[in-house]
């Protein structure tokens, strides 16, 4: 099988397990595991970010984000598509106790012009906007990213209004190695970023929230409201750490894998690419005539594993589990599937 389902089905490197096996840990609660604290330092260097906490998972951090930034009774904007309004389970509703206020945008980008009319200021009658949350690169869009010059809108928008903007950075390391940036310039738009460690770069579990010092130290806090202390956690912070150091400059193998299937899917007869062209590690296909389930099942019968993308579309996402061979070999079924 070759399994294009996730890029979080990715098993640890042989040299990811050792660093897991020789990681020195202690009681993170105590902040005293001292692999979580070298995480924590290391990703707030290359973020640029005053500090950042080691959570167990990017639902949790974006969570946390928008507890504490999206400030109870106000509402989050975010795009339509983006996985806090999608795949969280309403939690930023049930938990955080923020309305969720989706606006539209081409290929998952909201645009500072796009959500200006949306904004909604302080008036005794309605909820206002606290926080503006961005996803990088956009998931179900199909892994498009944000360029410099829409951060920078971004940015002077949010600020001329008084409100936080937040990246969902599941994928950021993808993001900046397409749009040509690094994780840190990026960060330099934002308030707050998550981080996935265990999507593309390869970690068994664990996402990074950063920001300022102040809102990092009431993170901590909500982590633990949240039930999302962790005791000898190093061991998964030692895979983190080696998927930081190892595995953010194989990223472009992987999008050069999407860029394949991609063509694979603009070839088929039963599909089409539903975001052109492919940006990163992410393919969405747009499914002509059959249901998305009979895709799925007739892809899987030939040995590829795709997901589903709402009722007409199938997600492949590329990772470093595959090689070439595997990817030519699953686009050669992409291509010619007859159902
Ligand atoms: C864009 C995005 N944000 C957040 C998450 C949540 O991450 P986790 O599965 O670690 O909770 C995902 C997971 O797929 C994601 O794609």
């Known amino acids: 099988m070759t399994d294009l389902r996730s ?32 995480l924590q330092e290391y990703t707030a260097q290359i973020t640029g970010m005053e500090a950042s906490l080691f959570m167990p998972s990017g639902c949790m951090a974006n969570l946390t984000a928008l507890y504490i930034l999206g400030r109870r009774g106000n509402e989050v904007i975010c795009h339509p598509l983006s996985h806090i309004m999608q795949h969280e389970l309403a939690s930023p509703a049930v938990i955080a106790g923020v309305l969720l206020t989706p606006v539209p945008g081409e290929r998952g980008i909201i645009t500072a012009e796009g959500i200006m009319p949306f904004i909604r200021r302080p008036d005794p009658l309605s909820s206002h906007t606290s926080l503006v949350s961005i996803e990088n690169t956009a998931n179900m869009a199909g892994g498009t990213c944000y360029d410099e ?73 909500v982590r633990k409201l949240l039930g999302g202390g962790m005791r000898q956690a190093g061991y998964y912070a030692a895979a983190g750490l080696y ?49 998305t389930e009979a895709v799925l099942q007739a892809l899987k019968h030939l040995g590829v594993l795709a997901g589903p993308a709402g009722r007409n579309a199938v997600r492949f996402v590329t990772h470093l589990g595959l090689d070439r061979g595997m990817i030519d070999q699953a686009s050669e079924i992409i291509k010619t599937l007859n159902i």
């Not at 990715?10 to 692999?35: H, R």
């Not at 409100?163 to 940036?181: K, P, Q, S, T, V």
């Open 7 to 38: 890029d979080t089905v990715t098993q640890p490197t042989e040299g990811m397990l050792k660093a897991m096996f020789e990681a020195a840990s202690g009681d993170d609660v105590y902040q005293e595991d001292p692999s979580v604290n070298e």
């Open 149 to 221: 010059p829409a951060l920078q809108e971004l940015r002077k928008l949010t600020e001329q209004e008084g409100i936080y903007l937040h990246m969902d950075g599941a994928r950021a390391f993808n993001a900046a190695e397409a749009a040509g940036l690094s994780v840190g310039q990026m960060a330099g738009y934002v308030d707050s970023l998550t981080l996935c460690l265990s999507k593309g770069l390869g970690a068994p579990a664990g996402s990074m929230l950063c920001g300022k010092k102040e809102f990092i130290k009431e993170a901590r806090r």
């Open 243 to 291: 998927a930081l150091k190892h595995h953010t400059r194989r990223l472009a193998e992987d999008h050069l894998h999407a860029r394949i299937i991609g063509e694979a899917v603009s070839q088929s007869s039963w599909g089409s690419l539903a975001a052109e062209p492919v940006e990163t590690n992410i393919v969405i296909a747009s499914v002509h005539r059959k249901s």
